[in-house]
């Protein structure tokens, strides 16, 4: 009887675990709330703003209608499906392949009519301003509410137009607006500014500054001088293609990151055990569970696909 109290124990957490779960689940505005269609606005909020808003990767921007005149001549269908399935380098449903596919629908339908296609627009729907979409980036950001905060580690979060870059602490999505304290942390803008600079992220180069000692990371709490083990080890890995080979870095990481962040949890430490693709990342997992966070986003592609392949070489003909 003694040895299988643990069990006994263990058991009743899980049901009630189950229990409250399944309460959850059943409650009548928890049901409501996920049986919700959410409109174009709010999708286009959470899945499409990262790239359409600065038009990175060759996005059409919202409100710009010189960027989707070619684009709606192909038909609504067509957009759809690009939207659905994915298209060049727009990954499908955003990269969030939870989003329904009629709420995929009211968000092309909402960056059609915000490009001044307004047949698109249903009687009910809400008709976007195009005058409000042409200044986003110089209007005010608005407060953080309880939905921001919840998406503040979404992917491609760090896709950001210009005026969302480095946001004042009660505005960033991250913080407490209502807490007196957060009104007296200092700005990024400002505390960045000394730092050396990169063109994506949060616009810091962290190796950079890091190597020429700008920054000192505590790598234990309760230690100042406790120092990281670093790994300098390049992993190079092949892609198809005439994309460059990608380059992997152990000791850049090493030097942020205990080995146990990434192993065996996201990499399994063995060759060829491994399967990466841009598409796994893009949905926010192996490196897409740190890039488009907290790491640089995957629009500096560059960055990792660092090494060049072999020129080809062509053997001369010979006679007989």
């Known amino acids: 009887m003694k040895s299988s109290y643990p069990a006994v124990r263990l058991c009743r957490r899980v049901v009630f675990i189950r229990g409250l779960v399944l309460g959850m689940l059943l409650a009548p505005g928890c049901l409501m709330a996920a049986e919700a269609e959410r409109e174009g606005e709010q999708v286009y909020a959470a899945a499409c703003a990262a790239c359409h808003d600065a038009g990175i990767l060759q996005a059409p921007r919202l409100g710009q209608k010189q960027d989707w005149i070619e684009r709606e001549k192909q038909g609504f269908e067509v957009l759809l499906k690009h939207a659905l399935k994915g298209f060049k380098n727009m990954p499908a449903k955003g990269g969030n392949p939870t989003i329904k596919d009629p709420e995929i629908k009211n968000a092309v339908i909402y960056m059609l009519v915000a490009a001044g296609f307004e047949s698109y627009a249903p009687q009910t729907q809400k008709q976007p301003s195009q005058a409000k979409a042409a200044s986003a980036e110089a209007a005010p950001s608005k407060p953080a509410t309880k939905a921001t905060i919840s998406q503040a580690n979404q992917f491609n979060r760090l896709m950001q137009p210009p005026a969302q870059w480095n ?64 790994m300098d080890l390049n992993i190079v890995r092949e892609v198809k293609g005439s994309m460059p080979d990608v380059v992997y870095p152990h000791k850049q990481h090493t030097e942020w990151l205990d080995c146990s962040n990434c192993h065996p949890a996201i990499f399994i430490p063995q060759k060829g055990a491994n399967q990466i693709s841009m598409a796994s990342i893009l949905l926010g997992q192996k490196c897409g569970v740190c890039h488009g966070k907290v790491a640089f986003p995957v629009s500096e592609c560059r960055r990792c696909h660092s090494k060049m392949k072999p020129a080809a070489t062509t053997q001369p003909e010979t006679g007989n």
């Not at 209502?178 to 200092?186: D, H, R, V, Y």
């Not at 994506?200 to 234990?220: K, T, Y």
């Open 167 to 230: 946001r004042a602490p009660a505005d960033d999505g991250f913080h407490d607006p209502a807490s007196p304290g957060t009104l007296l942390l200092q700005e990024p803008r400002v505390a960045f500014e000394a730092l050396s600079k990169s063109r994506s992220g949060n616009r810091v180069d962290w190796v950079r500054a890091l190597q020429g000692n700008e920054i000192r990371p505590r790598h234990e709490v309760s230690s100042d001088a406790a120092q990281p083990v670093v």
